[in-house]
């Protein structure tokens, strides 16, 4: 059992409408509540339009919910000091092109105001592999060496708390391998990381835990210790077929 | 503070790309010899002039070239950055929104300025010094017309940023040469006679189609008298272009993708 102290994130009844009062309104999120804890790795699934990726950027303070509360470690997503405890990684793979991956990476670097930024710079290229591309132009890369580069500055400055928005979704298999094995290493080290993914698989594998969302609501949370090897993907289907869950 | 300085460095740099590098050293080479040719070739062997008044000179060049250098360096500021994600990487960081404009309008201006000085002050200085007239340079008095210019800058930048903020891509360009055509135009020709005699003409003139920093440029380099009201309505204008700029910044989308 999680205690108060623990908790690092607390959304409760989140709503959010999209061109509200025309004929394409569209519920993204309905009266979500959930609440992360510090040291797990969480996972957001589901279908297409669910709503996953509202919910990111109400969290990442890039637009405002219309109702509801969500509190990052006692801050509002829009208090800059939320920018100490929360990093982000973008799922699009349209990181600004000018940049090569280091002049990039020493932007990012010195915008966290981070010492000796080399040394961490270093460690990270050499744990996602791209140290051989250091020096190439971002417009050069592959959509998996972008969304690597994007994974990197999310784990830059060390955050407690990582959002990650389908960091899998270009990678190849041993890169998935690569950030498997180190968003374990950061759940040793008691940090958070939510995980929006489609690939089910994936999120059996690395997370404690899964929040299934549809049409903005909550379907199911599960602690994944709780539950057989490949639960996900059956229930998933039992979903597809009964719209029940479990 | 220190983050603040960081971002104006960073996006003057993402400014001066090759392209822009290369457009910019071309027409300064060939600024430069054009200015240079008379002296070569001797054409102005025959000019009186003894003095050439400096400021005269860049305030004709300037009225030119702040406007086309502003088109330049603003297109899609906000909107160009939108869409290849830039704000939503940049604003992952300890940056409020408000520092993020004003940095690229910092940012821009410093662009601008420089192109206002390759451009506009070394090719009088080469065109003087090629026919070996003296220039007349009264120090209070180019201060005093380059400030102005500055804020004419400004001014622009910051209509240009609000426009970019709903205009897609290049957009706020076009809509400001248009807005600047109109302007020169409509507004301080046919329209003024009988609008200007009314508030809100007025309001409607020096407002919304401003041109107080540059008409304050020219009373203050030609009769040197203060030009209080050119610049009243020139601050008047920046305010509400740059409080409607910070307003539409702060309720902008930037991040456009879905589930």
Same mark, same amino acid.
């Given at each position: 059992?999680?205690?108060?102290?623990?908790?690092?994130?607390?959304?409760?009844?989140?709503? /959010?409408?999209? !061109?509200?009062? *025309? %004929?394409?309104?569209?519920?993204? @999120?309905?009266? #979500?509540?959930?609440? +992360?804890?510090?040291?797990?790795?969480?996972?957001?699934?589901?279908?297409?339009?669910?709503?996953?990726?509202?919910?990111?950027?109400?969290?990442?303070?890039?637009?405002?919910?219309?109702?509801?509360?969500?509190?990052?470690?006692?801050?509002?997503?829009?208090?800059?000091?939320?920018?100490?405890?929360?990093?982000?990684?973008?799922?699009?793979?349209?990181?600004?092109?000018?940049?090569?991956?280091?002049?990039?990476?020493?932007?990012?670097?010195?915008?966290?105001?981070?010492?000796?930024?080399?040394?961490?710079?270093?460690?990270?290229?050499?744990?996602?592999?791209?140290?051989?591309?250091?020096? /190439?132009?971002? !417009?050069?890369? *592959? %959509?998996?060496?972008?969304?690597? @580069?994007?994974? #990197?500055?999310?784990? +830059?400055?060390?955050?407690?708390?990582?959002?990650?928005?389908?960091?899998?979704?270009?990678?190849?298999?041993?890169?998935?391998?690569?950030?498997?094995?180190?968003?374990?290493?950061?759940?040793?080290?008691?940090?958070?990381?939510?995980?929006?993914?489609?690939?089910?698989?994936?999120?059996?594998?690395?997370?404690?835990?899964?929040?299934?969302?549809?049409?903005?609501?909550?379907?199911?949370?599960?602690?994944?210790?709780?539950?057989?090897?490949?639960?996900?993907?059956?229930?998933?289907?039992?979903?597809?077929?009964?719209?029940?869950?479990? | 503070?220190?983050?603040?300085?960081?971002?104006?460095?960073?996006?003057?740099?993402?400014?001066?790309?090759?392209?822009?590098?290369?457009?910019?050293?071309?027409?300064?080479?060939?600024?430069?010899?054009?200015?240079?040719?008379?002296?070569?070739?001797?054409?102005?062997?025959?000019?009186?002039?003894?003095?050439?008044?400096?400021?005269?000179?860049?305030?004709?060049?300037?009225?030119?070239?702040?406007?086309?250098?502003?088109?330049?360096?603003?297109?899609?500021?906000?909107?160009?950055?939108?869409?290849?994600?830039?704000?939503?990487?940049?604003?992952?960081?300890?940056?409020?929104?408000?520092?993020?404009?004003?940095?690229?309008?910092?940012?821009?201006?410093?662009?601008?300025?420089?192109?206002?000085?390759?451009?506009?002050?070394?090719?009088?200085?080469?065109?003087?010094?090629?026919?070996?007239?003296?220039?007349?340079?009264?120090?209070?008095?180019?201060?005093?017309?380059?400030?102005?210019?500055?804020?004419?800058?400004?001014?622009?930048?910051?209509?240009?940023?609000?426009?970019?903020?709903?205009?897609?891509?290049?957009?706020?360009?076009?809509?400001?040469?248009?807005?600047?055509?109109?302007?020169?135009?409509?507004?301080?020709?046919?329209?003024?006679?009988?609008?200007?005699?009314?508030?809100?003409?007025?309001?409607?003139?020096?407002?919304?189609?401003?041109?107080?920093?540059?008409?304050?440029?020219?009373?203050?380099?030609?009769?040197?008298?203060?030009?209080?009201?050119?610049?009243?309505?020139?601050?008047?204008?920046?305010?509400?272009?740059?409080?409607?700029?910070?307003?539409?910044?702060?309720?902008?989308?930037?991040?456009?993708?879905?589930?």
């Amino acid at each position: 059992m999680q205690s108060k102290a623990n908790e690092i994130l607390k959304i409760e009844n989140l709503s /959010k409408t999209y !061109n509200k009062g *025309s %004929k394409s309104e569209t519920k993204a @999120l309905r009266n #979500i509540s959930l609440t +992360l804890y510090s040291g797990e790795i969480t996972g957001l699934i589901g279908p297409n339009g669910a709503g996953k990726t509202t919910l990111i950027k109400i969290i990442m303070g890039f637009e405002p919910a219309d109702s509801g509360l969500v509190s990052i470690s006692g801050f509002e997503p829009n208090d800059l000091d939320v920018k100490n405890i929360l990093s982000y990684q973008a799922d699009a793979h349209f990181v600004s092109k000018d940049f090569t991956v280091w002049s990039y990476l020493k932007m990012h670097s010195l915008l966290y105001d981070i010492d000796k930024y080399e040394e961490r710079l270093n460690f990270l290229l050499e744990k996602f592999s791209l140290s051989d591309a250091k020096h /190439k132009k971002i !417009n050069g890369l *592959s %959509k998996g060496m972008r969304q690597k @580069l994007e994974l #990197i500055v999310s784990f +830059l400055n060390n955050s407690k708390f990582v959002l990650l928005d389908e960091p899998t979704s270009a990678l190849d298999p041993p890169s998935v391998f690569e950030l498997r094995d180190f968003i374990g290493n950061y759940r040793s080290e008691g940090k958070t990381v939510l995980f929006s993914s489609h690939h089910l698989t994936e999120v059996e594998k690395v997370c404690d835990r899964v929040i299934f969302i549809d049409k903005g609501e909550i379907v199911s949370d599960v602690y994944l210790s709780s539950v057989e090897t490949g639960f996900l993907e059956d229930a998933f289907l039992k979903y597809e077929r009964e719209r029940r869950f479990l | 503070m220190r983050l603040f300085y960081k971002l104006i460095m960073i996006d003057f740099l993402r400014q001066w790309n090759f392209t822009k590098v290369s457009i910019l050293l071309v027409l300064t080479v060939i600024a430069g010899f054009l200015s240079a040719l008379p002296g070569i070739m001797g054409w102005v062997a025959e000019i009186p002039a003894l003095y050439m008044p400096l400021t005269d000179y860049l305030l004709q060049i300037w009225k030119i070239i702040v406007p086309f250098s502003v088109l330049f360096f603003s297109s899609g500021i906000i909107a160009g950055d939108i869409k290849n994600h830039w704000i939503r990487s940049i604003l992952i960081h300890r940056i409020t929104r408000q520092d993020l404009l004003l940095s690229k309008i910092i940012a821009t201006l410093v662009s601008v300025i420089i192109t206002m000085m390759l451009l506009g002050a070394l090719p009088v200085i080469v065109f003087a010094t090629g026919i070996g007239v003296k220039l007349d340079f009264n120090i209070l008095n180019f201060v005093q017309v380059l400030m102005y210019f500055i804020f004419e800058a400004i001014l622009f930048i910051t209509i240009a940023t609000w426009l970019s903020c709903f205009l897609n891509g290049f957009m706020n360009i076009f809509v400001l040469a248009f807005w600047m055509f109109l302007d020169n135009i409509l507004m301080k020709g046919v329209l003024s006679l009988w609008m200007s005699n009314s508030f809100a003409g007025s309001v409607i003139i020096d407002v919304f189609f401003p041109s107080g920093f540059s008409e304050a440029a020219i009373v203050a380099s030609t009769s040197g008298i203060f030009p209080y009201e050119s610049l009243l309505w020139g601050f008047a204008s920046l305010s509400f272009f740059l409080g409607i700029a910070i307003f539409s910044f702060s309720k902008i989308n930037i991040d456009k993708s879905s589930d």
